[in-house]
């Protein structure tokens, strides 16, 4: 699917356009003039169709007239595991958004694709991570509160419809 953009101006007496490349965008916003015929030079960018991981890539990118040359070559670039990285990284956590643009695979976060955190307690005893237990007292376990205690560490999200387990380093 091809990325679709909205460039608003601040100008209120002027229409924006749609466009869907940075040439696009150049060759409609060099001959936008307002009412007054002065060149109109600065845009709100608006995210308007693609991908849904794409769209969450937008709001966590923050894009604008200098960075969206950068957004479209992530989008194009970047695999889904890398998208969701980031997003993670700038969009919940709070990273910097220039820290990971030059290798999104930088970015230290485990992410579990579960619904919740219990059931990454299930997992994580069925793994091993809380050492050797016997699987006949697994049962026995109160899985609730291992859930309590692993969101101290963890948080949920949900990105594109996915429900997503995840810890920053």
Not at 42 to 60: H, M, P, S, V
Not at 86 to 96: K, M, R, T
Not at 123 to 132: A, I, N, R
Not at 156 to 168: A, K, M, P, V
């Amino acid at each position: 699917m091809t990325l679709l953009f909205y460039a608003q101006p601040y100008d209120t007496s002027v229409e924006g356009f749609y466009f869907r490349s940075v040439e696009e965008y150049d060759r409609q916003a060099l001959t936008l003039r307002n009412s007054y015929g002065q060149k109109v030079e600065e845009f709100d960018i608006q995210f308007i169709d693609g991908e849904g991981i794409d769209c969450e890539l937008a709001k966590a990118w923050g894009i604008n007239q200098a960075n969206i040359q950068a957004f479209i070559d992530a989008v194009e670039s970047w695999c889904d595991d890398q998208k969701t990285r980031y997003i993670i990284a700038v969009g919940e956590v709070g990273y910097a958004h220039t820290q990971f643009l030059d290798n999104p695979d930088d970015i230290e976060i485990d992410i579990y694709e579960l619904d919740s955190l219990k059931e990454l307690a299930y997992q994580f005893v069925e793994e091993g991570l809380f050492g050797d237990i016997p699987e006949r007292i697994q049962h026995y376990l109160d899985y609730d509160a291992i859930a309590r205690d692993l969101g101290m560490d963890y948080a949920e999200t949900t990105i594109d419809g996915t429900d997503l387990i995840y810890r920053s380093a």
